[in-house]
């Protein structure tokens, strides 16, 4: 069974920078979509970022110029590098993984951005 596990959060201060990863175990990728969603309390979980296996990407508006999504070439691992962080980015990252057989969800990963 294919898992997907997030890590890489923590506290950081506003204009800090942090760098998530997310890697797929249990069975050869053949994920077709990855990507980095996020969810504050109070708030629905919304996109970040995803990236395609064509090496497409696209990024939610408050975010674009700061954060990059990358992949490996096997799509087994994804990156989000986030960079000039604000408080408003604290939540917890959810790293999503697609294939056509269905969705993979990991646990998440609390990012925290505070003075």
């Known amino acids: 069974q294919v898992q997907v596990v997030e890590s890489g959060g923590g506290l950081v201060q506003p204009g800090g920078s942090l760098r998530l990863s997310c890697e797929a175990s249990g069975s050869r990728s053949s994920f077709n979509v990855m990507g980095w969603y996020r969810q504050a309390p109070g708030e629905q979980r919304e996109v970040v970022a995803q990236i395609h296996v064509s090496g497409n990407t696209n990024y939610a508006d408050s975010v674009k110029g700061r954060f990059t999504i990358s992949r490996n070439i096997h799509m087994t691992m994804v990156y989000l590098q986030m960079n000039n962080l604000k408080p408003e980015d604290t939540a917890v990252y959810y790293c999503?993984?697609?294939?056509?057989?269905?969705?993979?969800w990991g646990q998440g990963t609390q990012v925290t951005v505070s003075s």
């Open positions: 999503n993984a697609r294939s056509p057989g269905g969705e993979v």
